[in-house]
DNA sequence: AATATTTATATCGTTCACGATGCAAATATA
DNA sequence: TATATTTGCATCGTGAACGATATAAATATT
């Protein structure tokens, strides 16, 4: 036989255990101040730019609302932000940053560099992280338009 | 502020959006046949060496055991294997496919490259995808280890 | 203006991931 | 051989992901 199944010769594989070992890695840094990796996820999305509806968070992170509306639920409960119902659309819930969130970013400055320098290694250094970065959101951009023309 | 912060010069963000979308594209070939992606992973590695105990299913897709059993007990559930209590090990459970596990391989067979071909773009071809397995074997390896030792 | 469609969010059910814990069989140590 | 430790697997609880579906508000169509 041919190594079309050969595990070892799939990319989703790869892309799925290191994604999942590097969430790992963000959880003894995360975790000490009540956070999962997506709820870090969206903290990033919200320091950047705060005050945003439900459905700018989830297209940001590429996650649909029915994942993203309890992960805010659970953060909600937690102080970090609060989901206020829209004024000029009431259909929209904008969600905010609380004084505990905002904070937040001080208590985590050192975890993106913690993180980011646990994965360099022999062929992942700065010079060739761009081309990786490139390949993944090739990746990315294409899987999105694929996946979307598969069900229309 | 500096980038550090930025989600769009995460790593991890591009590996996770990354698995997630490809994972999405495995669905509608996987779903006909009543598959998940993690359950094709499981067949992915019976289909090489069939008749394991669970630990060691486990180890080969790096996941853990209370993973893995469920996971495993839903397929016995479905017909595709059987566990059954280790000899010269009691503790052990073997896994083992049965007919329509095995067959499923031939029904399967187009799967790895129609996955395979929707992530070939520009940046992503037959040779660079060495260079990204690369560097994504070595993130694995690196933070196989770096989890473990802070575990000790 | 009344009706249809779209949009924003939420609810529900199922399946992972995974930390924590339990338990029994196997192995090591005393 | 009795006791301690390790190993293999399972159970439990929580938090994602996500397909399917629901609901109400906004927008488009008639």
Redesign the pocket.
């Known amino acids: 036989m041919d190594g079309r199944f050969k595990l070892d010769n799939q990319l989703c594989f790869r892309l799925?255990t290191a994604s999942?070992l590097i969430?790992?890695a963000y959880?003894p840094l995360l975790s000490q101040y009540g956070l999962?990796?997506?709820?870090y996820l969206v903290l990033l999305v919200l320091w950047e730019k705060d005050s945003q509806?439900?459905?700018?968070i989830?297209k940001r992170l590429m996650?649909?609302?029915?994942?993203v509306?309890?992960?805010?639920?659970?953060m909600e409960a937690e102080g970090i932000l609060t989901?206020t119902q829209?004024k000029k659309?009431?259909?929209?819930?904008i969600v905010k940053l609380t004084k505990k969130g905002r904070e937040l970013q001080d208590k985590l400055t050192e975890v993106p560099e913690t993180v980011g320098s646990s994965v360099m290694c022999q062929s992942v250094t700065p010079e060739t992280v761009p081309g990786l970065f490139r390949m993944l959101d090739d990746i990315i951009e294409q899987l999105k338009h694929n996946n979307n023309e598969s069900n229309s």
Chains 1, 2 share one sequence.
């Open positions: 799925y999942r969430t790992q959880h999962t990796y997506p709820q509806p439900v459905n700018d989830a996650l649909e609302t029915n994942t509306t309890p992960l805010l639920k659970r989901r829209g659309d009431a259909r929209q819930m």
